[in-house]
């Protein structure tokens, strides 16, 4: 993947707005430039576009929406930018965070209103560091409806999707400006196709181990949940067009992944009273700090693996989520009677076990308070009989990238715009912070909703008047 030059180049065809990547950012993006009267192509590197968001749950944070309204929920942008930049440790852009929160409302109340996205909002429960109810997501709950319900959006919007095009190459003047791109379809064949404006929306680098190593030592080891073609092709086309880069280190891992099932726990069942324990039956963290630093706490436990504790009533709120009822259906999810048989089904010391569990109990009940800082007294204490979860700690995508401004285009070292180049989602330097425990839930759709909202409706004024025609560049 490089930057070359467009002298002497012919394209053979061309779009107002080039879209590389067909995840939320990317087809969030081809939506809005299309609505602002652009013509759009989306170029998508598999056969079927499922990206990132595809392993997620779904999950958008969006603060001031009509679907909030509609439920009593009230909430503001200058709320949710709080809660954004207590998660962050006010490491992020500030005028930024702001661009995203308003962009992110409007963009969730016209994708329901104006293309039939299933929007509903997540009750019951509160994520980690969110201050009001403001996830919205599919019923069922999983990224890969989400990214069905935009890709049949994009369909009757009558909008070019080509799969299995891989982008090996920009196509820039000696002015910094992206001209075309040169695509690889099956077979082997390479395409070109000039643009007057690009949109990067092909996620980060979690899928590359040397650039993780690089840039997140910390996490080089973890196993990667991430799509497998999020190979760092932003981040590398970026540097050599000179892109500011940033907050490198930041990124999104989870504490509750299913081994050796590969299936996403819901951390909502820590939220409502769940508990982790290592294999020597002993609390290590307070579970609601959140679950992406908690990835690294799973990690540094012996074997790197924990124990999901919770109950019947907690089981039921799983079955809520369609990754849970995955998760049972495969036997990931074990049921105990009582405490001798969690212990013998877990292998974990009975007696340590036993004392964990009476120590939960008693904060719970207003007697003592746990040495890591968590408040159990909201929630009932955990009661037979048993579930439990073998899990581990894992990356799910990076949220360090390219430098962009309120409209999502890309900022050069200098500190001046590109001409045409923007960024959205995993692409995009993200709303995260400086490292692993600044990611706020939901924060990795928030900037691939929002980024691609915003780089879609700027894409398309610029690309109009930067569209130059099918020609050979000279």
């Known amino acids: 993947m490089s930057v070359r030059s467009a002298e002497g180049v012919t394209f053979g065809a061309e779009a107002a707005v080039l879209v590389v990547g067909a995840g939320a950012a990317g087809l969030v993006a081809a939506l809005a430039a299309r609505e602002a009267g652009a013509d759009v192509v989306v170029l998508e590197r598999d056969r079927v576009p499922a990206g990132s968001t595809a392993l997620s749950s779904g999950m958008v944070p969006a603060a001031g929406t009509r679907i909030q309204a509609a439920r009593g929920i009230e909430d503001s942008i200058e709320r949710m930018l709080a809660d954004i930049q207590a998660k962050a440790h006010g490491e992020n852009d500030p005028a930024i965070v702001a661009a995203a929160c308003r962009a992110v409302a409007e963009a969730i109340d016209w994708l329901k209103e104006r293309h039939d996205i299933p929007f509903e909002l997540v009750e019951g429960f509160l994520y980690p560091g969110h201050s009001r109810p403001r996830m919205h997501a599919p019923p069922s709950r999983t990224g890969a409806e989400l990214v069905g319900a935009l890709t049949r959006a994009a369909e009757r919007a009558e909008i070019p999707l080509l799969t299995e095009a891989l982008v090996r190459d920009l196509h820039a003047d000696g002015a910094g400006r992206v001209r075309g791109v040169g695509v690889e379809r099956p077979g082997g064949t390479i395409e070109r196709i000039c643009c007057g404006a690009l949109i990067l929306a092909c996620s980060g680098f979690g899928g590359d181990p040397a650039m993780v190593r690089r840039h997140i030592p910390g996490m080089a080891e973890a196993m990667y949940f991430g799509h497998a073609g999020n190979r760092g092709d932003a981040v590398r086309w970026g540097e050599a067009l000179g892109v500011r880069l940033d907050h490198m280190a930041a990124c999104q891992g989870h504490g509750s992944v299913a081994v050796p099932h590969g299936i996403l726990i819901t951390w909502a069942l820590m939220m409502e009273g769940g508990i982790q324990v290592n294999a020597l039956g002993r609390r290590f963290s307070n579970e609601h700090e959140g679950y992406s630093e908690q990835s690294a706490r799973v990690l540094a436990q012996p074997g790197g693996i ?99 401004d309120a409209e999502a285009r890309a900022i050069g070292r200098s500190g001046a715009k590109l001409p045409n180049l923007f960024a959205a989602g995993g692409a995009a330097c993200g709303l995260s912070g400086t490292g692993i425990d600044g990611y706020l839930s939901g924060n990795g759709l928030l900037s691939a909703v929002a980024f691609g909202y915003l780089a879609g409706r700027a894409a398309a004024a610029l690309g109009r008047s930067g569209q130059t025609g099918n020609r050979t560049y000279i």
Do not use: C, M
């Not at 989520?321 to 010391?349: C, I, M, Q, W």
């Not at 009661?383 to 390219?402: M, N, R």
């Open 306 to 404: 924990a124990w999901n504790i919770h109950d019947a009533r907690l089981h039921r709120l799983g079955l809520d989520f369609e990754d849970y009822r995955k998760a049972v259906s495969l036997g990931a999810v074990r049921e105990a009677a009582d405490l001798p048989g969690l212990a013998a089904l877990t292998g974990l010391p009975e007696t340590a076990l036993a004392e964990t569990l009476a120590q939960a109990r008693a904060f719970a009940e207003g007697r003592g308070r746990d040495p890591f800082g968590r408040d159990f007294s909201s929630r009932p204490p955990l009661a037979p009989p048993y579930f439990a979860v073998k899990v581990t700690g894992a990356l799910f995508h990076t949220q360090g990238g390219l430098v962009v």
